[in-house]
């Protein structure tokens, strides 16, 4: 079988709407041929209707045009993978996501474990790569940090709301998680020390200290106390 057969093949088994990273398929699958005659043949298909190219090295399997949230559905679907296990939201996405905010300054942003370099963009969507494989545990705990290191820039932030999120935050932490993220992902002093500030309001155990030091002054946002039900 000729090697535009054998992608063919390839695209006729693969279920509509998946999204395709042409070097990853290309490695894992279709090495013998080389690089130039994949592209090309990848690009005949695109002509022919039967591929959409979204980006540069990413394709959708669609035989009908697709409109700008679809197109935008497929590669979150991929990105975040078929359990939500490979992917989290991050700005303000991830705000909405606990009620924090109602604003929306437009972008998409998230962090993911299938992304093969440092970052990529993709119209409004910006895909961070995660130095750690992402689980539920790991994933709150980087949500948390996100959200502490940028609590003072969050848009019409409603603090009620942040203080319901912080104290729910506190009851379900997990300090081992939390220093393995930390030791693995570069935050800075001050959000720590503000996830700490949190932690200790709760009177939530933890070992956030040893990355503070105790001669510096962290500049920390009050934030109200709610009660424990």
Not at 55 to 72: P, R
Not at 104 to 115: C, F, H, M, Q, T
């Amino acid at each position: 079988m000729k090697h535009k057969d054998e992608i063919i093949d390839y695209f006729d088994g693969l279920q509509s709407m998946k999204l395709v990273v042409a070097n990853k398929l290309y490695y894992e699958k279709f090495h013998k041929m080389s690089e130039g005659a994949f592209f090309k043949a990848l690009e005949r298909l695109v002509n022919q209707g039967f591929l959409i190219r979204v980006a540069k090295g990413l394709y959708i399997k669609s035989t009908e045009q697709l409109d700008k949230v679809q197109m935008e559905q497929a590669v979150l679907d991929y990105f975040f993978g078929e359990d939500n296990d490979n992917g989290m939201y991050t700005g303000y996405r991830l705000y909405m996501k606990y009620a924090i905010t109602d604003a929306d300054d437009g972008k998409i942003e998230l962090y993911s474990n299938a992304v093969n370099k440092d970052s990529i963009n993709i119209g409004r969507i910006h895909i961070r790569r995660v130095s750690i494989e992402l689980s539920y545990d790991k994933t709150k705990i980087l949500e948390a940090l996100e959200i502490f290191q940028n609590y003072s820039r969050i848009k019409d932030l409603n603090k009620h709301h942040f203080a319901r999120y912080a104290r729910n935050f506190a009851l379900s932490y997990k300090d081992d998680i939390a220093t393995y993220v930390i030791d693995n992902v570069k935050y800075k002093k001050n959000t720590i020390a503000f996830m700490k500030k949190v932690l200790d309001m709760y009177k939530i155990d933890n070992t956030l200290g040893q990355y503070l030091s105790y001669a510096s002054k962290y500049n920390i946002p009050t934030v109200m106390k709610l009660a424990v039900n």
